[in-house]
């Protein structure tokens, strides 16, 4: 059974970094592209995806130069460490498995981000 558990959220003032972390199992997690969603009321959005091996990864426009995402496949977790964040990066964020569209209907409980003075 996939399980994908989100963590590392909280409240932060604007400028400052976040480390999101998401542990999965129940599908073979090197073989499978990752990527991390947010969703604020009325809108998911695909926000990075990363390659099998890490080589590719891919941003929406909104964060790049400001988020990178990256994997350890020898402890099947996937990362998003956010930099310089903004009021708009409010959101929950999950993670799932695939490219540009989550493979999963099974998501996890995902990880409150609240960016706010």
């Known amino acids: 059974q996939v399980q994908l558990v989100e963590s590392g959220g909280g409240l932060v003032q604007p400028g400052g970094s976040l480390r999101l972390s998401c542990a999965a199992s129940?599908?073979?997690?090197?073989?499978?592209?990752m990527s991390w969603y947010r969703q604020a009321p009325g809108k998911r959005e695909l926000v990075a995806a990363i390659?099998?091996?890490?080589?590719?990864?891919n941003y929406v426009d909104s964060v790049k130069g400001r988020f990178t995402i990256s994997r350890d496949n020898a402890k099947n977790t996937v990362y998003l460490q956010m930099n310089s964040l903004k009021a708009e990066d409010t959101a929950v964020y999950y993670c799932?498995?695939?490219?540009?569209?989550?493979?999963?209907?099974?998501w996890g409980q995902g990880t409150q981000v609240t960016v706010s003075s």
């Open positions: 799932n498995a695939g490219w540009s569209t989550p493979l999963y209907r099974r």
């Open positions: 129940g599908f073979t997690f090197s073989s499978t592209a």
């Open positions: 390659g099998l091996d890490a080589r590719s990864t």
